[in-house]
């Protein structure tokens, strides 16, 4: 009976987390307008509209799956077969080969009490360091960079609602008109206030569409770009002494660095001529507030963290940071980006964003998870160099929430990895490629079937909930772990109910940087999300949430933010006389990341039936291409075909590839894994290609 009224709730995809309504119908739900939620007002993406579509049994895994010895096939079984199939293939691997042999991958759509559990069932159960997460194929440069400047790392230091009264916004390298349609409004609304918007991207996108100034420097540049920029603002007089003096440290190297990076240097290097960068530094100086914004395009690279580094420099030399409607912030992807990252499924991390190699915060958690300190492993490897693992020294593999036979570089390779496995399970909601490879297959509820939090782009927190009774033969995500876990000996310390994990996540979060103690399933009810840091106040008044940080002091021990000394250095793989061209990946509006969800919903399949290359018609000349013709592009690591599609929107040394689709289409199979020395983020956004007719097909 309950279960017929209207729920509130939020999108399963994006870092934005629409707010949106569910009717349960005919045995599904409907999606209702929601306009009381204050970051899309109602308004929704054609993903968050259809994403009901996914509920339906005929798309989604109905029941556990597990892999026949005779046939090789895959083969409906019950819970109890599946579970004591996946204890026993972990527990076969600890037993021959130690308990780092054991890996467990996550994602940054798992809700916070989903990634909160499997890091602690990750440390306790298994006792393996080899967790980590698709998170940082997304996030870990920027976060890297705040870490390093502001001593927090929350992707927007305020909320959305700043952006349209600030003066002027660099947005770099985000296609948020498609990756976040509703916050175009945002933007749209900053030019009506009279303020200023420059986009950067190597692509004239609908987002650069809008822009008063577009740049399009060639991919893998932008750091660069940020350097040239900052050199401008020295040499025309425009550094804000005493904000630098008040409130910063390490100004000089960091200028010394700038300073070798003269315009007409970075012209050649970005390809964007002088003038333009002169206007685009004119413009944001101009303005008494300003922002920079930064995306996937200057982040996925093997340099993301020195580049979201060098516009952290740009913020803080012009005073624009640490003050009201001013500052650097990164718009998160995923829709738990921010909160996946916080609560411990990242190979550093405990949760609270605590350091694993931290010794006061080992002590704290291991405190609340009730286990010696002592027994929490040390830090393990990240996404990449994990996958990258199996089969070597990582002999097996539980996967929660990502795809990466679509979504990891050099995918061919890290399929092969993943099929070398001596053990594979996948808890999915759909047969992914990734699922389809595995020894076992959990099917597991959807958004709109349970119940947890998420953490938007703007560090709010916020509550998805039940609107629907989940079908027969489907578990949570928290009940797989349950049952693992005392399959595994741990009969206690794995609860199934969502709010038990939350309270459980708030004292294990007490005192960290991303403190939720004061945060509550009633208050983010009533309040409609609560900012964090929310510490439970010792005088019992309930402490407010923090919409806005760094207004008086960052979050370093002397409360001034860092500059960090940065010059410009080459991507991994230049361009040379074999491989001419440049790849830059990405999306498009109608598909969802690796597509495993999206691509069962037809009329998002109608609107993005498949992969396609985008060129110049230059570059589509020389080659001998026409519109929709199919092309090879070919990198050092493999060849994917898909048809043509020319426009003078892009460079004409770049092609641009969506990576949605797997088959011949897969983006990945050409991209270089080169990783962040610090983040360990791959180089999504750059490698050297050739692009050639495709033979015609047999
Ligand atoms: N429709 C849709 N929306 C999504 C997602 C999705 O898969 N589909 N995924 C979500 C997730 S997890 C994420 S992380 C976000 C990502 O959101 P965005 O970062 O906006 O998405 P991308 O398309 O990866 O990259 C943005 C832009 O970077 C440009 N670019 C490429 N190379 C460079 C470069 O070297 N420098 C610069 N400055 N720009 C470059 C591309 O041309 C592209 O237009 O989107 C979220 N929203
Ligand atoms: N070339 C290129 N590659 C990229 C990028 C790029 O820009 N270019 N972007 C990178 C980025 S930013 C990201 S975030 C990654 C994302 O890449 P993936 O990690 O592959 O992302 P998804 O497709 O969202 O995969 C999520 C999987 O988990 C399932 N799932 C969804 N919700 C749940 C849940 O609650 N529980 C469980 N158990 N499963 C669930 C979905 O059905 C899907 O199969 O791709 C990266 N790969
Ligand atoms: S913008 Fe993102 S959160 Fe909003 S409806 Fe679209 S996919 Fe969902
Ligand atoms: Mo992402």
Known sequence: MSEAVTTPTHCPYCALQCGMNLRPADGSVEVVDRPDFPVNRGALCGKGRTAPAVLSSRVRLTGPLVRCPDTGALKSATWEEALAAVAEGLRRTRADHGPDAVGVFGGGGLTNEKAYTLGKFARVVLATSQIDYNGRFCMSSAAAAHQRAFGLDRGLPFPMEDIPRTGCVILVGSNLAETMPPALRYLTELKANGGKLIVIDPRRTRTAEQADLHLAPRPGTDLALALGLLHLVVSEGRVDEEFVRDRTEGWEAARAGAMAH?????????????????????????????????????????????????????????????????????????????????HGQKADQLPGYRKLDDPAARAHVAGVWGVDPASLPGPGRSAYELLDALGGDVKSLLLMGSNPVVSAPRAAHIEGRLRSLDFLAVADVVLSETAELADVVLPVTQWAEETGTTTNLEGRVLLRQRAITPPDGIRTDLEVLHGLARLLGHEKGFPTDPEEVFDELRRASAGGPADYSGISYRRIREENGVFWPCPEPADGAAHPGTPRLFLDRFATPDGRARFVPVVHRAAAEETDADYPVVLTTGRVVAQYQSGAQTRRVAELNAAAPGAFVELHPRLAERIGVGEGERVAVVS???????????????????????????????????????????????????????????????
């Open 262 to 342: 003269w315009p007409e240097l970075v012209e050649r290097i970005t390809g964007v001529p002088v003038p333009q960068l002169r206007d685009a530094m004119r413009m944001f100086c101009d303005a008494e507030t300003g922002m920079v914004l930064t995306a996937r395009g200057p982040e996925q690279q093997s340099k993301g963290t020195d580049t979201v580094g060098a516009w952290i420099n740009l913020c803080l030399a012009t005073g624009r940071a640490g003050r009201p409607l001013s500052g650097y912030g990164c718009l998160t992807g995923q829709g738990n980006g921010q909160g996946g990252r916080e």
């Open 636 to 698: 050092r690591r493999g060849r994917a075909v898909a048809p043509a599609r020319i426009t003078t929107a892009i460079r004409p040394d770049t092609v641009f590839m969506p990576f949605h689709w797997a088959g011949e289409g897969r983006a990945n199979t050409l991209t270089n894994p080169a990783l962040d020395p610090v983040s360990r983020m791959p180089e999504f956004k750059t490698c050297a290609v050739r692009v050639e007719p495709a033979s015609p097909r047999p």
